[in-house]
């Protein structure tokens, strides 16, 4: 996803946490979290809702 990107990418922060924590966001705007739906994104999901041809997955 990185290679595709790199020149849409300005800022890329990579937070080290522990018990499961895996958040995606945009922005300010959560669109993936791992904790809320009880699962990790499915391959090419992420790309997906950060093109815009997914709704985020929050809260599901």
Same mark, same amino acid.
């Given at each position: 996803?990185?290679?595709?990107?790199?020149?849409?990418?300005?800022?890329?922060?990579?937070?080290?946490?522990?018990?499961?924590?895996? !958040? %995606?966001?945009?922005?300010?705007?959560?669109?993936?979290?791992?904790?809320?739906?009880?699962?990790?994104? !499915?391959?090419?999901?992420?790309?997906?809702?950060?093109?815009?041809?997914?709704?985020? %997955?929050?809260? %599901?």
């Amino acid at each position: 996803m990185l290679k595709a990107r790199k020149r849409a990418i300005s800022e890329l922060i990579l937070v080290p946490s522990d018990g499961g924590c895996f !958040e %995606v966001t945009k922005g300010d705007t959560l669109v993936f979290s791992k904790l809320e739906c009880g699962r990790f994104p !499915e391959d090419g999901e992420i790309a997906a809702i950060l093109d815009g041809q997914q709704a985020p %997955v929050v809260g %599901v």
